[in-house]
Nanobody, 121 residues
């Protein structure tokens, strides 16, 4: 069993900043990667940023230079710092953990419930 606790999000004016965090807990062998996705109304869910256990990161072109993903391996927590927000960033943001099962080592994904980010113009 894996549990994700997301926090952060909310309402901010364009040009402002918000931070998200996502803490994983439960029974697993290891976390391979954690990522943030977002889904705006009427649009498909898209990958925003991803960080693997070594610390390597990936960003969608739309957020490069504005968002920063970081992780704390000891706390099994991933953070997303979002700066220079614009209305196009409005979406529900979802945390995803890619983990290895405790006994089999098989890889699984688990999603958080999502947190709303709204950027007003």
């Amino acid at each position: 069993q894996v549990h994700l606790e997301e926090s952060g999000g909310g309402l901010v004016q364009a040009g402002g900043s918000l931070g998200l965090s996502c803490a994983a807990s439960g029974s697993f062998r290891r976390i391979n990667a954690m990522a943030w996705y977002r889904q705006a109304p009427g649009k498909q869910r898209e990958l925003v940023a991803r960080i693997i256990s070594s610390g390597n990161t990936y960003y969608a072109n739309s957020v490069k230079g504005r968002f920063t993903i970081s992780g704390d391996n000891a706390k099994n927590t991933v953070y997303l710092q979002m700066n220079s927000l614009n209305p196009e960033d409005t979406a529900v943001y979802y945390c995803k953990v890619e983990y290895a099962a405790l006994y089999t080592g098989r890889a699984y994904d688990y999603w958080g419930q999502g947190t709303q980010v709204t950027v007003s113009s």
